[in-house]
């Protein structure tokens, strides 16, 4: 576990590292800079699950499973919304039904935590989770990444999935949305692209989102304006900041 900075969450759990990358949003992902760089600490986990490419970090698709860190939430008695896999994906295809179960039985015996789980496979994560063996646990949030119109399918499929609360992160959002729908999504996470190869994200993308959600009725939360300072350009949206989350749908 870690403490993070990330302004939707409290700490991180990893029990899975590594990933592929799938579409345009995993261009310059800030796990594949993590990852590599903890290789480098010698850090045992991430070794081998980046390679050098054009002078930077990407993934070389192998997933390790980290069962020493599976138990570690239990050890803590303050509440946290805890971000699952920040440095993976829980529904990768190379991480079996059976990892994936032993991480619900975790979530399911800690009810004290929040847990959100974020995916860029909410097809498997709905084909895995409408399974009679996986129940819908009250302090588990499942959403999909979209990044651009590319891939608005993936709200449908997150719309599938069987869950208390259902989320979007539109981060780092590349292109407008406009066309998506936000029917039966309950928080949406909006925020443009950090680092050193960060590309632009235009305000009236963000703007588009925000009406989309007062029409839903999905939380809106505005995480960061983003590019290479992104503590300089911050998240101040229209003359304040958009801190919503979401309401328990159970």
Known sequence: MAETSIEWTDATWNPVAGCTVL???????????????????GTEKYRGLTRKSGGRAVWTGKIRLDEKSLDVPRAWSKPRK??????????????PIEFIARVWDVMRDTPRHTYQILTKRPERMAQILTQPSFEILPNVWLGTSVEDDRVLFRLDAIRRVPAAIRFVSLEPLIGSVAQGDLTGIHWAIVGGESGPRARAMKPEWVDEIEAMCRRSGTAFFFKQWGGKNKKAAGRILNGRTYDAMPALSM
């Open 82 to 95: 805890v971000f699952v896999n920040s440095m993976s994906d829980l529904f990768h295809d190379d991480v």
């Open 23 to 41: 579409t345009a949003g995993c261009t310059n992902c800030y796990a594949m800079r993590m990852a590599a760089r903890l290789e480098a600490m």
